[in-house]
């Protein structure tokens, strides 16, 4: 289940390429926006309707279409405007990606590691951990980690890679199951699991419910942006608009309890940094502020 995304400016920004583009190769009906975003991605891109009229706005009053009217449901054309720019989004962002040499996973994994660091006593917890690839740089950095995942057979081959010290291990678990105990982290992340999540909200609750007052988390994942469409990651170039946006995480703060610090983008890898309120009496425990784990 996709969600149905809250307005977002880097959503309209992709709608904007995304009906330039279509329009030049189709001609596509703006008018038609939405309901072909919707069908051409299978559902995983659902953006708020605000963000789709805004991008028809905004193409049709810069000159950019050759259309009646901003919701025409008739054939449209790019004007020479339109051309120019759409040519020149798809080299900003095509600039944007080559920015981030290598692997944009690991720019991404190095700025969260500098986020949430220095190392603390207390154990670090790594939701839909897979094969280990965030838990292992974490255990490397100093930190203790439990990596968790509801695959086994993800555990299994996490297990068989050499780990340093006795700092990191892997269990087989479901963060839904772990949110009804009573065991609290000072940390949790995540790495390129919301968006594979048939509820990523439903999810992201359960994170939270295991989030200890005070407590940071920090999600690397796909942004629903230009150059992750454009990169293609995931199932289809759309699959990527199954993650939280930034106007999705905003909306979702307080209702969660979380305060948002970062918000990073690197080519098709974004880092969200948030930390959870204290207690009502404005205090962290005490378990908390010497970094002991909860238990």
Not at 65 to 78: K, M, R, V, W
Not at 218 to 247: E, I
Not at 268 to 281: F, G, H, I, Q
């Given at each position: 289940?996709?969600?149905k995304?809250q307005?977002?400016?880097?959503i309209?920004?992709?709608?904007?390429?995304?009906?330039?583009?279509?329009?030049?190769?189709?001609?596509?009906p703006?008018?038609?926006?939405?309901?072909?975003?919707?069908?051409?991605?299978?559902?995983d891109?659902r953006?708020a309707?605000?963000?789709?009229?805004a991008a028809?706005?905004?193409?049709w009053?810069?000159?950019w279409?050759?259309?009646?009217?901003?919701?025409?449901?008739?054939?449209?054309?790019?004007?020479a405007?339109?051309?120019?720019e759409?040519?020149?989004?798809?080299?900003a962002?095509?600039?944007?990606?080559?920015?981030?040499?290598?692997?944009?996973?690991?720019?991404?994994?190095?700025?969260?590691?500098a986020?949430i660091?220095?190392?603390?006593?207390?154990?670090?917890?790594?939701?839909?951990?897979?094969?280990g690839?965030?838990?292992?740089k974490l255990?490397?950095?100093?930190?203790?980690?439990?990596g968790?995942d509801?695959?086994?057979?993800a555990?299994?081959?996490?297990?068989?890679?050499?780990?340093?010290?006795?700092r990191l291990?892997?269990?087989?678990?479901?963060?839904?199951?772990?949110a009804?105990?009573?065991?609290?982290?000072l940390?949790?992340?995540?790495?390129?699991?919301?968006h594979?999540?048939?509820?990523?909200?439903?999810?992201?609750?359960?994170?939270?419910?295991?989030l200890?007052?005070?407590?940071?988390?920090?999600?690397?994942d796909?942004?629903?942006?230009c150059a992750?469409y454009?990169?293609g990651?995931?199932?289809?170039?759309?699959?990527?608009?199954?993650?939280?946006?930034?106007?999705?995480?905003?909306a979702?703060?307080?209702?969660?309890?979380?305060?948002?610090?970062?918000?990073?983008?690197?080519?098709?890898?974004?880092?969200?940094?948030?930390r959870?309120?204290?207690?009502?009496?404005?205090?962290?425990?005490?378990?908390?502020?010497i970094?002991?784990?909860?238990?």
């Amino acid at each position: 289940m996709a969600i149905k995304h809250q307005t977002s400016p880097e959503i309209q920004d992709f709608l904007v390429y995304w009906l330039l583009e279509q329009v030049s190769a189709e001609g596509m009906p703006p008018g038609q926006l939405g309901v072909e975003a919707v069908r051409r991605s299978g559902g995983d891109l659902r953006p708020a309707e605000s963000d789709v009229r805004a991008a028809q706005v905004t193409c049709w009053q810069r000159g950019w279409l050759n259309a009646p009217h901003p919701f025409s449901l008739q054939a449209a054309s790019l004007s020479a405007g339109g051309r120019v720019e759409l040519n020149r989004r798809a080299a900003a962002t095509t600039a944007g990606r080559a920015e981030v040499a290598g692997d944009p996973r690991e720019k991404a994994a190095e700025r969260l590691l500098a986020l949430i660091s220095p190392a603390g006593k207390h154990e670090v917890l790594d939701v839909g951990t897979g094969g280990g690839f965030l838990a292992r740089k974490l255990a490397a950095a100093g930190f203790r980690v439990l990596g968790i995942d509801v695959d086994a057979d993800a555990i299994a081959g996490a297990t068989k890679e050499p780990a340093p010290g006795d700092r990191l291990r892997f269990e087989v678990a479901d963060i839904h199951g772990l949110a009804e105990g009573k065991r609290r982290w000072l940390t949790i992340v995540t790495s390129y699991l919301l968006h594979e999540c048939d509820d990523p909200i439903a999810t992201l609750r359960s994170i939270c419910a295991c989030l200890g007052p005070g407590g940071r988390l920090a999600c690397m994942d796909f942004p629903p942006n230009c150059a992750a469409y454009l990169s293609g990651v995931g199932r289809t170039p759309f699959h990527a608009f199954r993650a939280l946006a930034k106007g999705d995480w905003q909306a979702l703060a307080s209702e969660l309890g979380l305060s948002l610090s970062e918000q990073l983008c690197f080519g098709y890898v974004s880092v969200t940094l948030a930390r959870k309120e204290p207690d009502e009496d404005g205090r962290t425990p005490i378990t908390q502020r010497i970094g002991e784990s909860i238990p």
